[in-house]
T-cell receptor, first 111, second 109 residues
Framework: DGGITQSPKYLFRKEGQNVTLSCEQNLNHDAMYWYRQDPGQGLRLIYY???????QKGDIAEGYSVSREKKESFPLTVTSAQKNPTAFYLC??????????FGPGTRLLVL | DAKTTQPNSMESNEEEPVHLPCNHS???????IHWYRQLPSQGPEYVIH???SNVNNRMASLAIAEDRKSSTLILHRATLRDAAVYYC??????????FGQGTRLTINP
């Protein structure tokens, strides 16, 4: 069954801690994206990658980092520099200018 | 700053048509217009997209204004399962989608 998986569904972060959100896709898509969604708001682009070993900053990249070592994986690390990390994080993938398909999301909460 | 604008909320009755408007006044000539919908605590679901011509699929129809500064998503016969937040992002190069705040659609039985 093809699709995008995100884990965990819920993640708790302590002060000063880095946490990593997982995103995996088996759709063989070249492009992958990370978005942040705050309550009652639309999605904002954090990082995107159009090909393996390459990625670019989106509109709100500060306090986040990514890697793209494999085509199917695009993990997002929320660093301690991100002072307001509580949000719903969504991963998406797309192929060649076509539609983006979204994962189920990870909700990050700060303890 | 580039963005889309939509009404915060709309309400309709089951089995009636629904027309959801969207303004994207800063869109460029090659940016596709997309529509997604989102249920609470879920990822957005693709609905439809287009460039210049009106588009139809099994879920909905998309009407695009001639100047492309606005579009309308048409649900021909709303069901309770169509209740969601609807977004009309447009592409800003490299398939980067620009989202607004969306329209919360309520369907009355």
């Amino acid at each position: 069954d093809g699709g995008i998986t995100q884990s965990p569904k819920y993640l708790f972060r302590k002060e000063g801690q880095n946490v990593t959100l997982s995103c995996e896709q088996n759709l063989n898509h070249d492009a992958m994206y990370w978005y942040r969604q705050d309550p009652g708001q639309g999605l904002r682009l954090i990082y995107y990658s159009q090909i393996v070993n390459d990625f670019q900053k989106g509109d709100i990249a500060e306090g986040y980092s990514v890697s793209r070592e494999k085509k199917e994986s695009f993990p997002l690390t929320v660093t301690s520099a991100q002072k307001n990390p509580t949000a719903f994080y969504l991963c998406a993938s797309a192929e060649g200018g076509e539609t983006q398909y979204f994962g189920p999301g990870t909700r990050l909460l700060v303890l | 700053d580039a963005k889309t604008t939509q009404p915060n909320s709309m309400e309709s009755n089951e089995e009636e048509p629904v027309h959801l408007p969207c303004n994207h006044s800063t869109i460029s000539g090659t940016d596709y217009i997309h529509w997604y919908r989102q249920l609470p605590s879920q990822g957005p679901e693709y609905v439809i997209h287009g460039l210049t011509s009106n588009v139809n699929n099994r879920m909905a129809s998309l009407a695009i204004a001639e100047d492309r500064k606005s579009s309308t998503l048409i649900l021909h016969r709303a069901t309770l399962r169509d209740a969601a937040v609807y977004y009309c992002p447009y592409e800003r190069g490299a398939q980067k989608l620009v989202f607004g705040q969306g329209t919360r659609l309520t369907i009355n039985p």
